[in-house]
Each structure stands twice: as C-alpha cells, then as structure tokens.
C-alpha cells in the first residue's frame, strides 16, 4: 500500500522552482533513499514532504490526505530527524523525550519503554540529566534520532543520517530502521553514503538538478542508464558526467 505519493510537484523558495514535477511513492514497509549531487533538491524535497514549504503545483499526500485536508493526521503520520539537529539549550536529555511524547500524546508507561531501549541502543543512558551544550555532535544526533523513534510514527523522513555519527551509532540506527521496517513502517532517507544506500533501500530515487533522474530498484537504475553490472557509485558518476555534457 502507499504511504506517501508525491504527483508532479514543483516549489522551491522563490518564484524559480527548485524541484521540478517530482512524482514518486514509497509504499509502506519500504526504506526509499534520495540521492543526488550537493544543490541537487533533496532537502527541499524533504521541506515540502515535511510540510515547511508548500508546493507551487502538484500533489503530495500522505497516508491519503494532504497537508491542507488534514493537518492532524498528515503531522502525526511521521516524525523527521534534520541533517542540523536542532534542540532546546535548556531542557536535558530527559525532557527532550519527556516533551516529544507529551507533543504526540505517548503515555508514561510507553515512553518509559521505548526511552530505555533506545538509551540503551544509543549508548545514551548515563546522559540523561546532560544538557546539550555538554553534547557532542554525534550526541546531538544522537537525541534527535531518540526523539524520532520515540513517536514511532508510520513514516521516519531522515535527512543525512550518518554524518557525525560513530560506526556503532550508524550501525545503531541502521538496526533500528530494519526493526521499524519489519513492523510495517517507511523510511525516506537523503545521503551521500552510497555503499550504504546500495545496501540498504529497497528503492533509490535519483535527483538531478531538481528532477527525478531515475528510480527503482539497483535493477531499475542499471537498465535505466544501460550499464548492467553498475554499482550505485557507478551510477552516481554516470549522472554527473551527464551534467558536465551540458
Ligand atoms: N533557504 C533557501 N533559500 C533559497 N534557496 C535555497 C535555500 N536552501 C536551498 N536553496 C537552493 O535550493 C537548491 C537545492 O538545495 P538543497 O538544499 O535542496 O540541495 P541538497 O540536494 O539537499 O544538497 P546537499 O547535498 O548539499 O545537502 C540549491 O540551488 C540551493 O541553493
């Protein structure tokens, strides 16, 4: 089934657009990567899923409804981890959690839980009472990536998930994203980190400058390009040479 549907959409900051006639889906169970260049769209794209920009035309819905039709259920259908962690200076680790929950109506008993494992997966618990000036930036990560996975929500939308963390945190949340897949949930993830994209999603959708350059499965990308035995980096310099031809 469909979770989200993005149907030609275009936006941008200014009048000029930036993504353009954007049209893909990620069904339910799926991890989907964007990928492409610096500048290539994918934080905007993200910024308009998320609902911070609004499209100039075109669709996006969300577990069937529009951000306009249905603020309350598109909001509550997934939570974001941002590629700049942004928390509060004057709430402690503790109280991050404490006010994602009361933000999304978790009741003590499950906050108590899912907090516990996700302190303990994290490497976190000594650091509950710690306020984020005493955080590193993994750390910072680290909080947000909790508070996330604390509302566990029907889609996680993550914007550059695996820079600053250690290779156990990477690795930390790569399990976790695998246990919320199993349990029926989908993930967008943007990254640069292609091994692990290739590895990991089920799909990648291919930005370039703004459009889908391609999407699907390894499979799809390779036909797509006509280079069968192509990795994803393979693919990645492919389409920049393409940008050098014009
Ligand atoms: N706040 C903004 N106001 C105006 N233009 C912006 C703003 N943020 C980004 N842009 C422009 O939008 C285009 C796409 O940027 P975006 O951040 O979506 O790229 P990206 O694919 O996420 O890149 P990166 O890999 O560097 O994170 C760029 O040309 C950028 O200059």
Redesign the pocket.
């Given at each position: 089934m469909t979770l989200l549907q993005l149907t030609d959409v275009t936006g941008?900051?200014?009048r000029k657009p930036?993504i353009k006639d954007l049209t893909f889906s990620i069904g339910q169970g799926e991890l989907v990567g964007l990928i492409?260049?610096?500048?290539?769209?994918?934080?905007?794209?993200i910024k308009h899923i998320i609902g911070t920009l609004l499209p100039q035309s075109g669709e996006i819905r969300l577990n069937g409804v529009t951000l306009n039709e249905d603020i309350k259920k598109y909001r509550s259908s997934f939570s974001y981890i941002p590629?700049t962690p942004v928390l509060y200076d004057e709430l402690t680790l503790k109280e991050h959690l404490e006010l994602t929950a009361m933000a999304y109506d978790i009741d003590q008993y499950t906050l108590k839980s899912r907090s516990e494992d996700l302190l303990k997966e994290f490497r976190m618990e000594k650091r509950l009472n710690w306020f984020p000036s005493h955080f590193s930036k993994g750390m910072r990560q680290k909080v947000m990536i909790m508070c996330a996975f604390l509302v566990n929500p029907q889609l996680y939308i993550i914007d550059?998930p695996f820079v600053g963390l250690d290779p156990l945190g990477i690795q930390s949340l790569l399990d976790q994203m695998d246990e919320k897949k199993k349990d029926g949930a989908s993930i967008l993830m943007?990254t640069?980190i292609l091994s692990t994209a290739e590895k990991h999603c089920d799909r990648i959708i291919l930005?370039h400058e703004?459009r889908v350059r391609a999407q699907g499965t390894m499979n799809d990308l390779r036909r797509a390009f006509n280079m069968p035995d192509a990795t994803l980096d393979d693919l990645y310099i492919a389409m920049t040479k393409e940008q050098d031809h014009e």
């Open positions: 941008g900051y200014t930036v492409g260049l610096n500048g290539a769209g994918k934080s905007t794209t590629e550059e943007s640069h930005l703004g």
